[in-house]
């Protein structure tokens, strides 16, 4: 079992930065994948940003944040981070932590309990 616990949320104006922290039970090593989710109610749950740490901490985004948006962790801390700049309107959702590991042929998902993230224009 992985816990994961979300935290850097708040109000921000458009322009502003925030960085967002996932602290998470066990050593990040030993989960294949972090990433972040953000969910608009009335809209699909969308990934933001993806951390592979069995693939050399290889990172994806998604288009909307590309350029904008940094994913990175701190194995010491358990910690991955998103760091949002330049944010929109838009980059406005409950931010979610989301971790993968494989134990045998099974794959198991994790979540955080979300972070509320609101840009006012």
């Known amino acids: 079992q992985v816990q994961l616990v979300e935290s850097g949320g708040g109000l921000v104006q458009a322009g502003g930065s925030l960085r967002l922290s996932c602290a998470a039970s066990?050593?990040?090593?030993?989960?294949?994948?972090i990433g972040w989710y953000r969910k608009v109610p009335g809209k699909q749950r969308e990934l933001v940003a993806v951390?592979?740490?069995?693939?050399?901490?290889?990172?994806n985004y998604a288009d909307s944040v590309k350029g904008r948006v940094t994913i990175s962790r701190d194995n010491a801390k358990n910690t991955v981070y998103l760091q949002m700049n330049s944010l929109k309107p838009e980059d406005t959702a409950v931010y979610y932590c989301n971790a993968h590991r494989w134990v045998g042929t099974t794959k198991y998902a994790y979540w955080g309990q979300g972070t509320q993230v609101t840009v006012s224009s």
């Open positions: 951390i592979s740490i069995s693939a050399g901490d290889s990172t």
């Open positions: 066990t050593s990040t090593y030993s989960i294949n994948d």
